[in-house]
């Protein structure tokens, strides 16, 4: 009996050790990313796209390595519920490690920067993408309950941020200035596209953080957070 538990522990320790070690990944993946835009950097870009590969077999060594303990081992409370948040939670690091790769595929594709006018928004997005992931990570790291629950009811703000980003991508390229209409076209959609990858990469952060409280708390505050 005690063989097992310790096994179960060993198991426990070894998968939150592989899911920081994602975690990690993806972090530098968006710091990458982020800056490859700032400079237009697109050889640094590809280098975010290439990486994406060692981030995906993360995933499926994090994936096996779950599903065998939950098999072999059958925890139960608070370690089976850290297994289940963890099952949860590299999916979404996955996503945020595609999105990141995304915004690098765009990067690569522009042939020249995107103007200040919209470059000033979209900082405010990766700005908030950078905190809001490390901050959710944080919180999973250290069983912080509370921030966890904090992180995640920002999605209103974060949504305003994107709306006006958007905004101001469409009012750059399509609007009216000094009595010239603008034409919308591929950098334009590059803006779009690139605020939605941002926007998405927020969102998955704030799943983190209910996978975080849900390990802790073991409620499910994917829908509804409770009242504090």
């Known amino acids: ?9 060993q198991m426990l320790t070894q998968l939150r050790t592989r899911l920081l070690m994602m975690g990690a990944a993806v972090g530098i ?38 599903l065998s303990l939950l098999v072999r081992n059958q925890p139960v409370a608070r370690d089976l519920r850290f297994v289940v948040g963890a099952l949860r939670m ?4 996955e996503r945020i490690g595609d999105e990141a790769a995304s915004v690098a595929e765009l990067t690569v594709t522009l042939e020249t920067p995107l103007p200040e006018e919209v470059m000033e928004a979209v900082r405010l997005l990766m700005k908030s993408a ?5 901050e959710s990570m944080e919180a999973f790291r250290t069983a912080d309950d509370s921030a966890a629950l904090r992180l995640c009811r920002e999605n209103d703000e974060i949504t305003r941020q994107e709306m006006g980003a958007l905004r101001r991508v469409m009012e750059f390229f399509c609007g009216n200035r000094d009595g010239q209409d603008k034409h919308f076209g591929y950098e334009g959609m590059n803006g779009i596209l690139i605020c939605r990858s ?3 990469i927020c969102r998955r952060c704030a799943n983190i953080a209910e996978h975080a409280y849900f390990i802790e708390e073991g409620i499910d505050i994917k829908h509804k957070p409770p009242e504090s």
């Not at 009996?1 to 522990?9: R, S, V």
């Not at 640094?44 to 994936?63: F, K, M, P, Q, S």
């Not at 950078?130 to 490390?134: D, E, G, I, M």
Request: aromatic letters at 6%; zero cysteines.
């Open 130 to 134: 950078a905190s809001l992931y490390k």
């Open 1 to 9: 009996m005690q063989e097992k538990e310790t096994q179960l522990q």
């Open 90 to 93: 590299v999916f979404d690091l």
């Open 29 to 66: 993946a968006l710091d990458e990313a982020f800056e490859a835009l700032e400079e237009n950097n697109a050889v640094r870009a590809a280098e975010v796209v290439d990486g994406d590969a060692a981030i995906n077999a993360l995933e499926n060594e994090i994936d096996e390595l779950a």
């Open 198 to 200: 941002l926007n998405r």
